[in-house]
């Protein structure tokens, strides 16, 4: 595998479920995000992580939970989502700014979302 | 907050045209990221700038990096069927700063 993977690419889950997205990134990277893009609206910053440890959170509802184990890995955890949730989420990695002034965020392909 | 404004929002070409397209934001940025994104995929990086004035090309891609540094553009040469999708402009004032995105510019393009 190369570059960013997500799994699911396409999730279709209930308001009362429980369920967790997966990126993981291939570039040896130390700074990963979660976007949301919705149709005919800017992407969205949501969560940052950065050497592991959670830097920014853009006043996100707690029902969307994030998880960084490792540089390599980070999910999103999602319970109790609302119909107007659903929209692409996409993951991105770069290197940590303080150590690189080169520092492009490198996007997974993303997963479909559909809240029902 | 910043705001990137890009333009045109949706381009409609024949192959084999060229097409321009920027962003303009009212403050300044230290460097400007191009992405093009397929549906139902991530966007894809394309070309980055990051001095005031640079020009960078990536094959029949072109883009520049305004010199007052609140704009770019990108350009496309000899527009081919592959070329469709949504173009973004993103800026960042400095590397620890977050991305910020313009709206995107949809090409559809006529064989």
């Known amino acids: 595998e190369t570059g960013v993977t997500q799994t699911p690419r396409h999730l279709v889950m209930g308001m009362t479920n429980k369920k967790s997205l997966k990126c993981e990134q291939h570039l040896g990277h130390n700074a990963m995000y979660w976007y949301k893009q919705s149709a005919k609206k800017p992407l969205e910053l949501m969560f940052v992580?950065?050497?592991?440890?959670?830097?920014e959170n853009n006043s996100v509802p707690s029902r969307f939970s994030p998880e960084c184990p490792n540089s390599s890995h980070l999910f999103l955890h999602l319970h109790t989502l609302q119909p107007e949730d659903s929209a692409l989420y996409l993951c991105a990695s770069s290197q940590e700014p303080a150590y690189s002034s080169y520092n492009e965020q490198f996007f997974g392909p993303g997963t479909r979302l559909t809240v029902l | 907050g910043q705001q990137l404004n890009q333009s045109p929002q949706s381009m409609f070409i024949q192959e084999g045209e060229d097409v321009s397209m920027n962003c303009t934001s009212s403050?300044?940025?230290?460097?400007w990221l191009w992405y093009k994104q397929d549906p139902g995929e991530g966007p894809v990086l394309l070309i980055a700038l990051y001095k005031a004035g640079e020009l960078t090309s990536n094959g029949r891609l072109t883009a520049q990096f305004g010199i007052t540094r609140k704009d770019s553009f990108l350009n496309i040469s000899a527009s081919i069927p592959s070329d469709v999708g949504i173009y973004f402009c993103?800026?960042?004032?400095?590397?620890?700063?977050?991305?910020?995105f313009g709206q995107g510019t949809r090409l559809t393009i006529n064989p």
């Open positions: 403050s300044i940025f230290n460097t």
């Open positions: 993103a800026g960042q004032l400095g590397g620890a700063q977050k991305l910020v």
């Open positions: 992580y950065s050497l592991e440890e959670r830097v």
